[in-house]
C-alpha cells in the first residue's frame, strides 16, 4: 500500500512547519498553563494567513481547504504543541453561522471570527443536564421585536476571553425537548451575562455562565424558531470534522522516550534497557500510527465529496481514549516521578506527563463524550439496536 500524501499535502507540512518555527515560541506554550488555552498572536498570524477561513467550506464561502491538508495542519500544530483550542472552536462557530444565520451574523460577524479580531465559544451544557444538551432549561422568551434570556450554562469554555457565546436555548416547553430549542449568538458582553471561572484538574479554566434578562433583537437568532435542533446536528458535524483531525499526543510519547533513555537506575541501567518499557513506548506509537490512519481516512472521504458519520466518532473515541491510557502507563512507568508537577524545579520536561495524564481525560468529554461516540459507532458501523 502507498503511504505517502500527495506532493501538495508535503508542501503544505513543510509550510505549516516554517510558520510554526516563526511564530510559535516556548513562551507561548508556557503562557497557556495559567488555564486558558489560546496564544492571541499565533491565532492572529495564522488568520492571517488565512488558515482559519480556509477550514470553513467553499459553498459557505470560505477558503474551502482540502480536508486532507486540513489534518496536516492540524497535525503539526498539535506535534508542535501548539495552543489551538479557540482556533477550533471559532471556525465551527463561523461555519455555523454562515449555515444557519441571517444576512446580519453572516456579514457583521462572521468576517471577525475568520480575520482573528474575535472569537467564539460554545454554550450548550447545563448543570442538570450534562451531555444531555437537549434537556436545556435556558429560556428565550419573544418580547416584542427582541428576545429575553435567562438560565445558565456550565463547562463554557473561553467564555472569558471570546466575544460571542453560540447559546442554546429552550423556546416551547410544552413539546418534545429536543423539537423546542433555538439557538442565538450572544456577545458576551452584553447587559446581565456574568462569567465564573471554573479551574479543572486537567489546569484548563472553563465558566460557569449567566444569563439574567439578556436581551436580543431577533437578528441575533441562528436558524429557525424551535429548529435549534438541526443546528445542533450542523455543530456536531463540524466539531467532529475537526476532531477527525485529532491525533494521540506523540509528544507525550516523546517524554517518555527521554525519561527512558536519561534515567539511570541504582545499577546504572536505563530504564529503555527494559523489554517491557520499550514494549509499552513501541505500543504508543503503534496507536498513533492507528488512529493517523483513522484521522486521513476521515479526511479523505470528505475529500471526495463523502459524508462521512461514524468515521469522525472512530478517530476522536480512538484518539482520546488512547491518549488517556498512554498517559496513565507512562506514569506507571516513572513511578513518583511521574506525579512531580511542572512547579519543581526538577520536574522531567517541566512535569509534561503529570499535567497531559490531568488533561488527557478531558478529551474523552467534549467532542462527544467516550459513551456518545461508542453508541454511534455501534449503531452506524456495527449496525447493532439503540440502546436508548
Known amino acids: 500500500m502507498d503511504f505517502s500524501f500527495p506532493p501538495e499535502a508535503e508542501a503544505f507540512r513543510a509550510e505549516v512547519r516554517s510558520f510554526l518555527a516563526e511564530h510559535l515560541s516556548e513562551e507561548m506554550i508556557e503562557a497557556t498553563r495559567d ?19 480556509g477550514a470553513v467550506p467553499a459553498e459557505l464561502g470560505g477558503g474551502g481547504r482540502d480536508p486532507i491538508l486540513s489534518a496536516v495542519l492540524i497535525e503539526e500544530l498539535q506535534l508542535a504543541r501548539a495552543p489551538i483550542d479557540a482556533m477550533a472552536v471559532t471556525v465551527v462557530v463561523a461555519s455555523i ?6 444576512t446580519f451574523l453572516r456579514d457583521e460577524v462572521v468576517p471577525r471570527l475568520l480575520d482573528g479580531s474575535a472569537l467564539g465559544c460554545f454554550g450548550y451544557t447545563e448543570p442538570e443536564s450534562g451531555s444531555d444538551v437537549a434537556a436545556a432549561r435556558t ?10 434570556i435567562t438560565g445558565s450554562k456550565m463547562w463554557t469554555t473561553l467564555a472569558h476571553i471570546a466575544d460571542y457565546v453560540l447559546l442554546l436555548t429552550r423556546t416551547n416547553p410544552d413539546v418534545a425537548k ?4 433555538t439557538f442565538f449568538l450572544v456577545p458576551l458582553d452584553a447587559p446581565g451575562i456574568e462569567i465564573q471561572p471554573v479551574p479543572t484538574m486537567g489546569t484548563e479554566v472553563s465558566n460557569a455562565t449567566f444569563y439574567d434578562g439578556v436581551r436580543l433583537g431577533d437578528e441575533w437568532r441562528v436558524g429557525d424558531v424551535d429548529g435549534g435542533w438541526a443546528v445542533m446536528k450542523t455543530a456536531l458535524k463540524y466539531e467532529r470534522g475537526i476532531a477527525g483531525g485529532q491525533f494521540p ?18 545499577d546504572g541501567s536505563a530504564p529503555i534497557d527494559d523489554a517491557a518499557v520499550r514494549e509499552r513506548i513501541v505500543r504508543a506509537l503503534i496507536d498513533v500510527e492507528v488512529c493517523r490512519g483513522f484521522a486521513y481516512h476521515t479526511a479523505a472521504l470528505a475529500s471526495e465529496g463523502a459524508m462521512f458519520g461514524v468515521e469522525g466518532s472512530m478517530t476522536k473515541l480512538f484518539a482520546s481514549e488512547s491518549y488517556k491510557r498512554h498517559c496513565r502507563e507512562f506514569q506507571d512507568l516513572m513511578g513518583v516521578e511521574g506525579l512531580v508537577t511542572h512547579h519543581d524545579p526538577d520536574a522531567h520536561l517541566g512535569g509534561r506527563i503529570e499535567e497531559n495524564a490531568r488533561h488527557a481525560p478531558v478529551t474523552t468529554i467534549y467532542g462527544g463524550t467516550s459513551e456518545i461516540n461508542r453508541n454511534a459507532v455501534a449503531e452506524g458501523h456495527l449496525g447493532l439496536p439503540r440502546s436508548r
Open 249 to 266: 499526543s506523540p509528544p507525550v510519547i516523546d517524554a517518555a522516550i527521554d525519561w527512558a533513555r536519561t534515567t539511570r537506575r541504582p
Open 97 to 102: 453561522l454562515l449555515e444557519h444565520g441571517d
Open 35 to 53: 488555564g486558558t488555552v489560546h496564544a492571541p498572536e499565533l491565532h492572529r498570524a495564522m488568520a492571517e494567513r488565512g488558515w482559519l477561513a
Open 178 to 181: 429536543h423539537r423546542g430549542l
Open 139 to 148: 429560556r428565550a422568551v419573544r418580547d416584542g421585536e427582541d428576545w429575553g
